[in-house]
């Protein structure tokens, strides 16, 4: 029976170009006389068991013998020690002819395949058409038709579908940027220092503070007996007035000797002093 009819197929092989690799026992101690040795390890799966490597690995002999052999093989391709090693797959075919078949770059320690020239336009065509497609959807969906007017642009029904968007994406960004940053006080600016003085002044005039009583005494008497003192002061000071008021108001009329001696006089002499 075969599988592939049933849908029971092996899943295809992952992209090389997807996967990376590496061996953090090597990692402090690569450098570019053990990094072919580093790259032959069995668990690394961008090594072919079956290369000419392998061989000359199994018989402890130099990497210099690739050269008369025929077939896959791993060479240094570049060295930037300590950071950057370029290692090529390729298949020899004589000692001065070999074809490359792929390149690896192992950065920081970590093995990555480099994409062929083929992956790359692959790669960027295909995200090219899938931008203008989204472009070319959106474009459409804003497109109108009328049997009377024909076909027209209507942007406003996306207008607040697009700005609560916004709004959520603004929210959305306020909020990581406060948790993740801390809050820092801003000194405050001559404006509003200038701003709470004024305010500060007002309330002070619409509400004074209360002034505390003191009493002067200078000569060191009990307050009451200079207020009685005052009193009384003030009470002879209202007698003397009235007894003066008195006095001013006394009118002295003549009397009968005088009237005798004046002889000229017409008052009755019954009359006297009245006040």
């Known amino acids: 029976m075969n599988p592939g009819r049933l849908g029971l197929a092996p899943l295809l092989q992952e992209n090389p170009l997807w996967i990376s690799w590496h061996d953090s026992n090597w990692i402090p101690v690569l450098n570019p006389g053990n990094v072919m040795d580093y790259f032959s390890e069995k668990s690394n799966p961008f090594y072919d068991r079956t290369c000419n490597n392998e061989i000359v690995r199994m018989q402890r002999q130099s990497l210099e013998l690739l050269n008369n052999m025929t077939g896959v093989e791993y060479i240094p391709l570049h060295v930037q020690d300590p950071i950057l090693y370029v290692i090529r797959k390729q298949h020899r075919h004589s000692p001065t002819e070999a074809t490359p078949m792929a390149d690896y770059y192992i950065i920081a320690g970590t093995v990555y395949q480099a994409p062929d020239l083929a992956s790359v336009f692959n790669s960027r065509i295909l995200s090219t058409v899938h931008h203008l497609q989204t472009a070319f959807d959106e474009a459409s969906s804003y497109s109108r038709y009328h049997p009377s007017k024909g076909y027209s642009w209507d942007f406003s029904s996306n207008k607040a579908s697009t700005h609560a968007m916004a709004e959520q994406v603004a929210e959305k960004t306020k909020t990581q940027t406060k948790k993740e940053a801390p809050v820092k006080e801003e ?44 009193n009384n002061h003030g009470g002879a000071a209202g007698d003397s007035d009235h007894v003066g008021s008195d006095a001013i108001l006394i009118k002295q009329e003549p009397t009968e000797a005088g009237v005798g001696r004046g002889g000229n006089n017409d008052v009755p002499p019954e009359k006297k002093m009245k006040l």
């Not at 509003?192 to 002070?204: F, H, I, N, T, W």
């Not at 009583?213 to 007996?225: A, I, L, R, V």
Request: net charge positive; glycine share 10%; aromatic share 4%.
């Open 187 to 230: 000194p405050s600016s001559i404006f509003q220092r200038q701003r709470v003085d004024m305010l500060l002044g007002d309330l002070l005039r619409k509400f004074p503070l209360p002034l505390p009583q003191m009493t002067n005494n200078p000569t060191g008497g009990n307050p009451s007996d200079a207020g009685n003192a005052s």
